[in-house]
């Protein structure tokens, strides 16, 4: 492992939480080029829809996690899970190998 990122959890619901994985502070966004990621406006959406359509909205944050990183991103993508260890005294570090938050690729590898 190169690097670090940070997780938290966040609750989700009363008995659920949701794990963040952020790398948006260990620096390697200042190295990465993504292409331009533009989202629809509310006026694209309605330019679309015709009478009689109908439109929903689909949280699809749960699939995010879902997309793998890049080979070379993995080497860069460390979780720091000593605390998760019982053994004392003994640093562990995991290899993340999906999409985490704060990357700056991550919506437009996703959508590839």
Same mark, same amino acid.
């Given at each position: 492992? *190169? +690097?670090?990122? !940070?997780?938290f959890y966040v609750p989700k619901? /009363?008995?659920?939480?949701r794990m963040v994985y952020n790398g948006a502070?260990?620096?390697? @966004?200042t190295g990465i080029w993504a292409? !331009?990621?533009g989202l629809p406006t509310i006026r694209n959406v309605f330019r679309? /829809?015709?009478? %009689?359509?109908?439109?929903?909205d689909i949280d699809i944050a749960e699939c995010f996690l879902n997309? $793998?990183? !890049?080979? $070379?991103l993995k080497e860069m993508s460390g979780v720091d899970v000593t +605390? /998760? *260890?019982? *053994? *004392? %005294?003994r640093k562990v570090w995991e290899r993340w190998?999906? @999409?985490w938050m704060g990357l700056r690729d991550s919506p437009f590898r996703s959508i590839q």
């Open positions: 492992m *190169e +690097s670090l990122i !940070h997780f619901g /009363l008995d659920d939480i502070g260990c620096g390697l @966004n292409a !331009h990621f679309s /829809l015709l009478p %009689g359509y109908a439109q929903a997309f $793998m990183l !890049h080979d $070379m +605390s /998760l *260890e019982e *053994e *004392e %005294g190998v999906r @999409n």
